[in-house]
């Protein structure tokens, strides 16, 4: 793959034979596609008819339904002149009869019915090279000619076939086309063409191979059935739009016994039994799989969780999984089952342990050992001499083992557990530890530097906590610290700091703490301006912490009337907009005026979008229904990357009637959505107020509404 590119390919291998069916006089040529490769870097996702063990995430792509339908499928044609017509008629029918067949629902049908004419109208006329004739390719031989827009150049040939490259006058696009040397006809076409968007270049391959043998693919209807009947697509496992069990149970039992040893099949299979809540069955089917078979997926880590597992099979694992997933495994999981006895049979934590330092790799030995000293120094607490040779040896652990280690973690598990021992070597512990995480988190540029990142808030907190009775001015500055190192969004934020909150009895934040203590010490108004950057700088979730300051220390003055005039006009102004409705008519952000104004981020093909939906036309249901609040309060969603025929069945389907905007594909880059959904709310004046994902709008909508 080049680097930095995003790279879509796919690879079509067909026959080309005589057509005898009914249609052969109007249709009397015939394509018949044995074989698809397709890749697509941008999901992962990667189908092969070759290699059925290396496909990769073909049940999540809409992508699948198209492959399989064109495979083993019949595409009729006909030449006139340079005019390809394709048989249309039948080749409809046998969509709709696959797609009834596999249950697909109306809109997949919809959608799939057109790839797959597009598709089988472009395959046909790539065969239509009537223009190639003898007297063109002795030109060829003399110089490049350009034909279509493209400039051709005969670059060999062999006792049976020409080889011809050709390229796009516009120089979007390159290729090569292969054709018999006897016949002219074509019987291997490629193109290449790649282009920039969103300041990402992508790079697009099409290959198509006529083949004169037969050749070995895995589809079959079995295999096309299991597919599809396991993936979203299909409808075959659900009932009035709920998964039903006894449908899972028995597309488990149709298949279990002809793909025990299908990754994808044996994937779909632990996810069903997880998403009917069939746990028991779960456990079991998790231990009776080839582990190699759960290579990339979260059962690989779920099969460690379960904890009982014997040494071989944990020398298996352990390689498989991916180096996030090995350091969460390690230090969050393991790091709690450390003494804990085990089962005849089954390796013990501290075995597990032992075995990562001592069998494994350098890395595996870099997560693993400073927990096992951290264990140690907690264990060896009474023997002060001791603890401390330990604490000497964590300490001067390098850089790398500092930051794959968690070293932060288990030496300030160390301080806390010792304070009470030995203040003053915890005390100059303590500086050791804010200096070396200081410096680290300068230095590091990997992904664990979010966990530096609250380390060294948790480490100047306590050291706040140690300096405020005796020095005043030092312990403000560590607290200052400790606010200025918490995470101010969800991207600062790092996934361990959960776990550190429970094991360090740490905080998210200490802003809070910081902006408590400066308003004590007289400086309230200092507080207030930072809990106002604060809200500019991470809106939604800031919000209350802004209100409750100001309403305690300012109780003469009205928080409404301040957030109005003070807070309100620093926010950035809306991005601007006009987009048409789902009833063809404009809507620009000025017609939002004068009100606080919900406008979501959505698409039907996004589950979490989905899945909030009742609630959001719940809410604009009782909007409609309340004057009162309407006459203050709007909402609007703005559906992206969708089609208007697609989000009207959606909700007409399911008879929601919240209104929608269709994406000029432009509006969304001009919020900054970065993922969906995404919520904003609209100020009466047009300003903008961001919420995080996942953050509860409603209350600060009708607060800010009463205002």
């Not at 907690?378 to 001791?386: N, R």
Request: proline share 3%.
């Amino acid at each position: 793959m080049s680097e930095g590119k995003l790279i879509q390919s796919k690879s079509t291998f067909f026959t080309l034979s005589a057509n005898k069916s009914a249609s052969k006089k109007d249709f009397p040529s015939e394509i018949t596609i044995k074989a698809v490769e397709y890749k697509d870097s941008r999901n992962p996702f990667f189908f092969s008819s070759f290699h059925p063990d290396s496909n990769q995430n073909v049940l999540s792509s809409s992508i699948l339904v198209d492959i399989l339908m064109n495979l083993q499928q019949p595409i009729r044609f006909n030449f006139q002149h340079q005019e390809t017509i394709v048989d249309t008629s039948s080749l409809r029918k046998e969509i709709l009869l696959k797609a009834r067949d596999w249950q697909l629902s109306d809109d997949i049908t919809e959608m799939v019915r057109n790839n797959v004419m597009v598709g089988a109208g472009f395959l046909c006329s790539k065969l239509n090279y009537q223009y190639l004739d003898k007297g063109l390719i002795k030109r060829l031989q003399s110089e490049p000619i350009l034909v279509k827009s493209e400039r051709y150049q005969l670059t060999r040939s062999d006792k049976k076939n020409l080889y011809l490259d050709f390229r796009d006058t516009s120089g979007i696009s390159d290729g090569e086309l292969v054709v018999d040397k006897k016949t002219l006809q074509p019987i291997m076409f490629s193109r290449r063409s790649e282009h920039i968007q969103d300041n990402h270049s992508f790079i697009t391959t099409t290959i198509m191979q006529m083949l004169d043998t037969n050749v070995s693919s895995t589809y079959d209807q079995t295999y096309a059935e299991m597919l599809l009947s396991g993936s979203f697509v299909s409808k075959a496992l659900y009932t009035n739009e709920a998964i039903d069990s006894v449908k899972v149970m028995k597309y488990i039992t149709k298949n279990e016994a002809i793909f025990t040893n299908n990754r994808t099949f044996v994937k779909k299979k632990l996810d069903l039994l997880q998403q009917i809540q069939n746990y028991k069955l779960y456990d079991l089917s998790l231990n009776d799989v080839p582990v190699n078979l759960l290579s990339g997926t979260h059962h690989l880590s779920n099969f460690l969780y379960n904890g009982a597992i014997s040494r071989d099979k944990f020398i298996i694992v352990i390689p498989l999984l991916d180096n996030e997933k090995r350091y969460n495994w390690i230090q969050n999981v393991l790091y709690q089952q450390l003494g804990r006895p085990a089962a005849t049979g089954v390796l013990s934590s501290d075995e597990q342990a032992d075995l990562l330092i001592n069998h494994f790799s350098e890395i595996e030995k870099q997560y693993t050992y400073p927990m096992i000293l951290g264990q140690r120094i907690i264990q060896q607490a009474d023997d002060l001499s001791q603890a401390k040779k330990l604490l000497e040896e964590l300490m001067n652990l390098n850089d790398a083992y500092w930051i794959n280690g968690n070293v932060g973690r288990y030496a300030l598990l160390a301080y806390q557990r010792l304070v009470s021992v030995d203040p003053d070597y915890t005390h100059q512990l303590l500086k050791d530890i804010i200096s070396r995480l200081t410096v680290l988190y300068n230095a590091d540029k990997t992904e664990h530097r979010n966990i530096t990142r609250a380390h060294l808030a948790t480490a100047n907190y306590l050291a706040y906590q140690m300096t405020s009775k005796s020095n005043k001015e030092d312990a403000l500055n560590y607290l200052e610290k400790a606010a200025l190192y918490s995470p101010k969004n969800q991207t600062e934020t790092a996934y361990n700091s959960s776990y550190d909150i429970i094991f360090l009895k740490s905080k998210k934040s200490y802003s809070e703490d910081y902006l408590t203590e400066l308003a004590a010490g007289g400086k309230k108004d200092v507080a207030l301006q930072k809990y106002i950057d604060e809200f500019l700088t991470v809106q939604g979730t800031s919000y209350k912490g802004l209100r409750d300051f100001y309403q305690h220390y300012y109780p003469e003055q009205k928080f409404s009337e301040f957030f109005i005039q003070k807070v309100i006009p620093q926010l950035p102004d809306a991005p601007d907009f006009a987009l048409g409705n789902l009833e063809n008519s404009k809507i620009a952000k000025a017609d939002l005026k004068g009100k606080w104004t919900l406008v979501d981020f959505w698409g039907t093909w996004c589950g979490p979008c989905v899945a909030e939906m009742p609630k959001l036309n719940s809410f604009y249901e009782h909007l409609k229904t309340d004057k009162l609040k309407s006459d203050k309060i709007g909402f609007m969603s703005i559906a992206c990357n969708d089609a208007a025929d697609k989000v009207k069945n959606f909700l007409a389907k399911n008879n929601y009637i919240i209104p929608v905007l269709m994406s000029d594909g432009q509006v969304e880059k001009n919020f900054k959505v970065r993922g969906y959904p995404s919520k904003y709310i609209l100020t009466p004046g047009g300003k903008l107020i961001a919420m995080p994902f996942g953050f509860d709008w409603q209350p600060l909508l009708e607060e800010v509404a009463t205002f």
